[in-house]
């Protein structure tokens, strides 16, 4: 029996977690590792394949449409924003994900960068480094608020949001939420017109979805108290960087944690590495040893249910379930 192909076409040396190719092997499937320039390449390695791994490369209808052997797609963490779902479906592709390996560490990485931006500790480290750290530092630091007491509004309430919502009560915040999908679980619930302008500190836990894109824009900024502080470890376009910008420069927000934007890598220059306030990570939120080696293993694992005509443990488009042109056959 011919061996089914895993494909993953975004790095040579493979996914930065690796997958159990061994597990795959002992299961009748071989694996594949490239990093395609651009789609017309990622096609024509991934032409034979059965399964594609995927991280942050765009899987678009053309992809689909170009590869008739292709039965599943894994994904490498919890957001499908980059994966065409609607054409995966129509085409008889399953796509799962990885939906619960990171909300601690994405967690954890909130409280960071809130702690970064709202205690000047990147600021404070850059001005040391270059001579910056004399007599009365102090004063150049200032304002800087206690935590205790201060107001954390959550847009998006899942998983993340609930974990991170848990970490701030113990540090003495107050939790508020937007979310029209979730429960209380805790955190006071409200509009989105309700929460801006009670938040001392805006953290931001939503897919990329229509209904997301943009939702920090200039007229939501505006909502928003004086000297907020803005914290993004969603999806870069969730935020409208430009009207970012524009709060940021008028002294609106008290300054900005980004883990996310809208290009990544970022590109210099880039408006916003402008502003001594904002800091930036290279989005690498959800990284632990303990969180890759369960996308490790989870990945390996619904790669060999693909290959084995079965449903991945965690299928994202559940609507190609038990369709006609359903390729888990």
């Known amino acids: 029996m011919a061996e089914k192909l895993v494909v993953f076409t975004e790095r040579e040396a493979g996914p930065v977690c690796g997958l159990d190719e061994e597990l795959i092997r002992r299961n009748g499937g071989s694996v594949r590792f490239a990093r395609a320039a651009d789609e017309k390449e990622r096609i024509q390695i991934a032409a034979s394949a059965e399964v594609v791994v995927v991280g942050g490369a765009r ?3 053309e992809f689909f449409s170009a590869l008739p052997n292709l039965r599943g797609v894994a994904r490498l963490g919890i957001g499908v924003d980059n994966v065409d779902l609607d054409a995966a479906t129509e085409l008889g592709i399953v796509v799962g994900n990885i939906p619960d390996f990171c909300s601690d560490e994405v967690a954890e990485h909130t409280i960071g960068l809130i702690l970064a931006v709202g205690r000047k500790i990147v600021l404070a480290d850059r001005k040391s480094r270059s001579g910056g750290w004399v007599p009365g530092m102090d004063a150049v630091l200032q304002p800087i608020r206690r935590l205790r007491g201060q107001t954390l509004g959550l847009i998006g309430l899942g998983k993340i949001g609930r974990s991170t919502a848990t970490k701030a009560q113990g540090l003495g915040l107050k939790t508020i939420a937007y979310d029209p999908y979730a429960n209380a679980a805790g955190v006071t619930l409200m509009s989105l017109e309700e929460l801006l302008p009670q938040a001392d500190i805006l953290s931001l836990h939503v ?9 920090i824009n200039a007229h939501t900024l505006a909502l928003l108290k ?24 008028s002294g609106h927000l008290a300054g900005a944690g980004l883990d996310v934007l809208q290009q990544e890598p970022i590109q210099l220059p880039h408006p916003l590495t402008e502003f001594e306030n904002v800091v930036f990570t290279c989005h690498y939120a959800s990284l632990s040893v303990e969180s890759y080696a369960i996308m490790r293993q989870q990945t390996s694992e619904q790669a060999v249910q693909i290959i084995h005509g079965e449903y991945p443990m965690n299928l994202v488009n559940t609507k190609v379930k038990g369709t006609p042109q359903c390729r888990l056959r």
């Open 226 to 249: 004086p000297q907020t502080i803005l914290v993004n470890v969603a999806r870069g376009p969730v935020v409208d960087e430009v009207a970012l910008a524009a709060a940021l420069s």
């Open 59 to 61: 899987l678009s209808r």
């Open 207 to 215: 897919p990329d979805t229509p209904q997301t894109r943009g939702l």
